[in-house]
């Protein structure tokens, strides 16, 4: 063999040991994926304030009798009454809403003896908080004993809450640039956004005063929350 094909031979038996120790050791070798980068999670608040337009009572009326027909007939009169004397105060049938029915005997002392039935109904009743005096003055009026409430509540929450998230995501955006640039990044993208949990309204300063003339509702505060998670693109 001459002197250049030994040289050609060793060069190619060099080449074919690198390629053998590149696949043997991979980190040897050069990878074909690029890196994954940097990524930047924040999580964003926002809440805005609204005052409430409406309110929700529960009415309940409660009735004895010696047996348990009569206890149960004389309480569905009465709870007739109510719900008639609520349409009257102005209150939509959609927004009365029977949640109880109940019955059960009343018995001597020894636990023994049936010597009548107690029978009770209620309603759940929501109305526009202008009128909330008025409600409570008219199921009273018709016979109701038991009266819960008020909880307040705000028509267009939906729309309040969509004007948080935009706060929260706001809000998500100026911690992620913070974050960058005080690590010497810069913010390329968004890589995820998770919707929190919507939180129930928060009451500020709701109350219910009794008056000479009814009970008179106070609307307060409240506060329509919302949060997200945002994961940001860095480099």
Do not use: C
Not at 15 to 35: E, F, Y
Not at 48 to 72: C, K, Y
């Amino acid at each position: 063999m001459t002197r250049l094909g030994k040289v050609i031979l060793l060069a190619g038996l060099l080449l074919a040991a690198a390629a053998i120790a590149g696949v043997a050791q991979p980190h040897l070798g050069r990878s074909a994926t690029a890196s994954s980068g940097t990524s930047i999670t924040v999580t964003g608040d926002g809440a805005v304030n609204a005052t409430p337009d409406r309110a929700s009572f529960d009415f309940g009326v409660t009735t004895q009798a010696s047996t348990a027909a009569a206890a149960l007939s004389r309480n569905a009169a009465h709870a007739r009454a109510i719900v008639s004397a609520l349409e009257r105060a102005g209150v939509d049938a959609k927004n009365i809403q029977t949640t109880d029915v109940s019955l059960w005997p009343q018995t001597r002392a020894n636990g023994t003896e049936i010597v009548g039935y107690t029978a009770s109904n209620s309603v759940h009743v929501t109305a526009p908080l202008a009128r909330a005096g008025g409600v409570v003055d008219a199921a009273v009026g018709a016979g109701a004993n038991n009266v819960g409430g008020p909880s307040l509540d705000t028509s267009d929450k939906s729309s309040l809450y969509e004007e948080a998230l935009k706060q929260a995501l706001a809000d998500a955006k100026g911690k992620a640039a913070a974050i960058a640039a005080a690590t010497g990044l810069g913010i390329t993208g968004v890589e995820k956004v998770t919707e929190g949990s919507q939180a129930t309204p928060m009451p500020y300063f709701a109350q219910a005063r009794a008056a000479d003339t009814g009970p008179s509702i106070e609307p307060g505060t409240q506060q329509i929350q919302a949060s997200v998670t945002v994961t940001y693109s860095a480099g």
